[in-house]
């Protein structure tokens, strides 16, 4: 089971208590529970988390290093949950609960999450290892602490209301927060620790494996956990805490929600795409009319590979032709310009190898490239661990060793220009 399943809710922000009173017995009254109910408690959770939260002195109790790491992350955990059922009293028109910690359980979030996960309350009670009827009574239970209907039923399928939905996004960064403040302690013990990131198809190519690698090479101990998925969903396991970055996505203007931050990493250059045998590589330079002429393989409407193409056509006041195919898959993009003389619109690294293979090319066309800004996302108030900051750090570093190795190429080709074209003739 996940260790952060077996902490309790109202232990954990007596920690917070005592830290500030300074005093066990002051603390045992402010959160009413007898001495040594609370000494027993933090006992508990100094064996679980394995180590020790806090210095008896003689002049007080004080959290100890690791202590107060915990501490921090404990009260930014419960801060979620409190906003998250301030959302669901001030929607459902009730009055606020306080002291929320001491009316529900970690185990009536978890059944809550599960069904959710699930949209079923047998697949949840098989995931979390519970009965079906006791996970059908811990998410009734929580129900009625908060107020209002969290579920329904549509046919054999239950469903979060919306209410719902929204409440359990706190819930599920609550959780993120605690089991990062156990890997954070893990880290500090043994060394190590882990980071989970999203990336899309610009990135995974060669900017994500170069990074990966060098980082595992500077922190050997430490586990990365690479999810590949579209944006969107990246972006709600973002806005969730289920991943701490996002890399790879081309910056979105506006911002896609306002609880992320997109910090843009470097320039990434647009091409038009062929096979190598495609008539259009035969002519020295190619007119926008031209491209009309072929099929199009591109992303569905509202994604930005998908405006940028349309830009390119429209810079020049002509309408873009339909495409053929819309497809947001790279490798079956790839697939289909090899089979006849398809025509799509990519970086460079996501054709680069097909490219040095000698069966993919960009297609020389009047104007130059298209430029686009690549961005990592985070959520705007995450708290990375010190192993995440050197992640982080490490991703802006080497972007910036990427942009300084392009401005180079650009000012070789000033100086010493060339009769054929390429990918460097195309600045």
């Known amino acids: 089971m996940d260790k952060i399943y077996a902490l309790n809710l109202r232990h954990l922000d007596a920690l917070s208590v005592i830290a500030r009173a300074g005093s066990m017995s002051v603390a045992a009254e402010l959160v009413s529970l007898s001495q040594p109910a609370l000494t027993q408690a933090v006992g508990k959770l100094e064996r679980?988390?394995?180590i020790r939260l806090f210095e008896r002195q003689v002049d007080g109790t004080r959290p100890t290093i690791s202590g107060r790491a915990w501490i921090i992350r404990v009260e930014?955990?419960?801060?979620?949950?409190?906003?998250?059922?301030?959302?669901?009293?001030?929607?459902?028109?009730?009055?606020p609960l306080n002291q929320i910690e001491r009316r529900i359980s970690m185990v009536q979030l978890r059944a809550l999450v599960a069904v959710v996960q699930c949209s079923s309350y047998a697949t949840a009670a098989e995931q979390i290892a519970l009965s079906q009827p006791a996970v059908y009574r811990a998410v009734r239970e929580l129900q009625d602490a908060l107020g209002a209907e969290l579920l329904v039923r549509a046919g054999r399928v239950v469903r979060p209301t919306d209410l719902a939905s929204r409440f359990v996004r706190f819930?599920?960064?609550?959780?993120?927060?605690?089991?990062?403040g156990v890997d954070e302690i893990a880290a500090g013990k043994y060394g190590g620790g882990r980071i989970s990131i999203g990336t899309l198809p610009m990135a995974r190519a060669v900017f994500l494996p170069d990074l990966l690698a060098r980082f595992a090479q500077e922190h050997p101990a430490a586990s990365v956990d690479v999810r590949e998925a579209p944006y969107g969903e990246l972006l709600s396991s973002l806005r969730h805490g289920?991943?701490?970055l996002m890399i790879g996505g081309a910056m979105r203007h506006p911002a896609p929600a306002n609880d992320v931050e997109q910090e843009g990493l470097f320039d990434d250059e647009l091409f038009i795409v062929g096979n190598c045998a495609h008539p259009l590589r035969q002519q020295a330079l190619v007119a926008i009319d031209d491209l009309l002429a072929y099929p199009w393989a591109v992303p569905a409407p509202g994604v930005p590979m998908r405006r940028n193409w349309e830009t390119l056509f429209r810079v020049n006041g002509i309408e873009p032709p339909t495409p053929r195919i819309e497809c947001?898959?790279?490798?079956?993009t790839r697939g289909l310009m090899l089979k006849?003389?398809?025509l799509s619109l990519m970086s460079m690294d996501q054709f680069l190898f097909e490219r040095q293979?000698?069966?993919?090319?960009?297609?020389?066309?009047?104007?130059?490239?298209?430029?686009?800004r690549i961005a990592m996302t985070r959520r705007s108030d995450w708290r990375p661990t010190p192993l995440q900051e050197q992640f982080a750090t490490l991703a802006r570093e080497m972007a910036a060793e990427r942009t300084e190795r392009a401005d180079f190429r650009v000012r070789a080709e000033v100086s010493a220009p060339s009769d054929r074209w390429d990918i460097e003739d195309l600045h």
């Not at 930014?76 to 009730?94: E, I, K, W």
């Not at 819930?171 to 990062?180: F, K």
């Open 328 to 332: 947001s898959s790279v490798l079956v």
């Open 242 to 244: 289920d991943i701490d």
């Open 48 to 50: 679980n988390l394995e």
């Open 171 to 180: 819930v599920r960064l609550m959780l993120a927060e605690l089991r990062t």
């Open 357 to 372: 293979a000698g069966a993919l090319a960009e297609i020389p066309i009047e104007g130059g490239v298209l430029r686009r």
């Open 76 to 95: 930014r955990a419960l801060r979620y949950l409190t906003h998250g059922v301030r959302l669901v009293r001030r929607s459902a028109r009730l009055a």
């Open 340 to 342: 006849g003389d398809w």
